[in-house]
């Protein structure tokens, strides 16, 4: 087992509050690779541009005060534009709820480019189905990974990022395959619901097992020796 790491230390930042957190997939059905969205988020630096088929809208720790606040249900927007331009792509506003397949309810599968909180304060009807909530939100963890195309502004490659505030046992099953091999740098943030002493575990097999780095609030480049752990995060977790 690979001792406790200690990263550069940044200031906590504390995040807008999180209402919703919207969980897209890649397939019908809720399955597939997926990406975690908890701020307004441009897909093409996730490498997830286009690919979303379903959606899960689910609490956040702030839901409740935030419709309190404004007075109507929290929303997602998801945009076939990038930016959230309204006029260069089709909108889709989604209330809480699961929704399996945005193509066979709304004819929307396979454009979304891009996702924003809040976008509207029309009403919308919320799916029956709802998941389970995001309650707390401890830490919020971004990954580095493998290489995605940019397009805008000027077509380049760069290392796509992912969110997690989840536990994951199989990074490949749950972003895709290439990341368990390629995950470089990982940004840890204090959440909503930060605890001093709150960490995550980064394990370089499957299921939280084998060896494994606990990182607390700050930024990693998992190159350094002090870490040596590039390509080898095969599963996340959270103490």
């Known amino acids: 087992m690979l001792p406790m790491s200690i990263g550069i230390k940044i200031p906590r930042v504390k995040l807008p509050s999180i209402p919703l957190v919207a969980i897209v997939w890649q397939y019908d059905g809720l399955a597939g690779d997926r990406r975690t ?3 307004d988020t441009d897909l093409q630096a996730q490498g997830f541009e286009g690919t979303t088929s379903a959606i899960s809208v689910r609490r956040g720790p702030h839901y409740d005060a935030v419709k309190s606040s404004l007075g109507y249900e929290p929303t997602v927007g998801l945009y ?19 929704y399996p397949s945005i193509d066979q309810l709304f004819n929307f599968s396979g454009v979304t480019r891009s996702v924003r ?13 709802e998941g389970p909530p995001f309650a707390t939100i401890p830490l919020i963890v971004e990954l580095t990974g493998p290489q995605t195309l940019i397009t805008v502004p000027e077509l380049s ?12 046992s199989d990074v490949g099953m749950y972003l895709g395959s290439d990341w368990s091999t390629s995950i470089s740098a990982v940004q840890v943030k204090s959440g909503p619901n930060y605890s001093p002493g709150r ?10 097992s084998g060896g494994q780095i606990s990182l607390g609030p700050g930024n990693y480049d998992l190159s ?16």
């Open 199 to 208: 960490v995550v575990k980064l394990y370089e097999e499957t299921n939280h």
């Open 37 to 39: 969205i908890i701020e």
């Open 157 to 168: 490659i760069a290392n796509s990022t992912a969110t997690i505030i989840e536990e994951v």
């Open 80 to 98: 076939g534009g990038l930016y959230y331009f309204v006029d260069s792509g089709p909108v889709l506003v989604l209330g809480r709820g699961e």
């Open 117 to 129: 909180f809040n976008p509207t304060s029309e009403r919308f009807p919320l799916s029956p189905r």
């Open 224 to 239: 350094n020796p002090q870490y040596d752990f590039v390509g080898k995060t095969k599963s996340i977790g959270f103490a």
